[in-house]
């Protein structure tokens, strides 16, 4: 499985940013998909992930009310709707994808595929 993420930039704080991330090489609905961040200096932190078939949402305390993940199995692709922006939101975004499980994960170690990384800076 190939993942490849996008969307990234720099927006002022309070503004929105979209990314979205292309899977090939395995059938789509198949996978757990997630979106990770890292910041420097700290751990790779989950975002949000989101089930096979789009039913089931889990996001991190620290973003709920403020992103939102679709799916789009037809297109491939996930995405992760980024609203009200923080300076604490600034990291590195990685999509991920689960090959195994039917409900979503949130620890790292639990994704077998793994985007390049996609830069979101917020300024102050």
């Not at 789009?72 to 995405?79: E, G, H, R």
């Amino acid at each position: 499985v190939q993942l490849q993420a996008s969307g990234g930039g720099l927006v002022q704080a309070g503004g929105s940013l979209r990314l979205s991330c292309a899977a090939s090489g395995r059938t789509f609905s198949s996978l757990v998909t997630g979106w990770f961040r890292q910041a420097p200096g700290k751990e790779r932190e989950f975002v949000g992930g989101i089930s096979r078939s789009g039913g089931s949402i889990y996001l991190a305390d620290s973003v709920k009310g403020r992103f939102v993940i679709t799916r789009d199995n037809a297109k491939n692709t996930v995405s992760l709707q980024m609203n009200d922006l923080k300076s604490e939101d600034t990291a590195v975004y990685y999509c991920a994808a689960n090959q195994n499980s039917a409900r979503v994960r949130i620890g790292a170690e639990e994704y077998d595929y793994w985007g390049q990384g996609t830069q979101v800076t917020v300024s102050s």
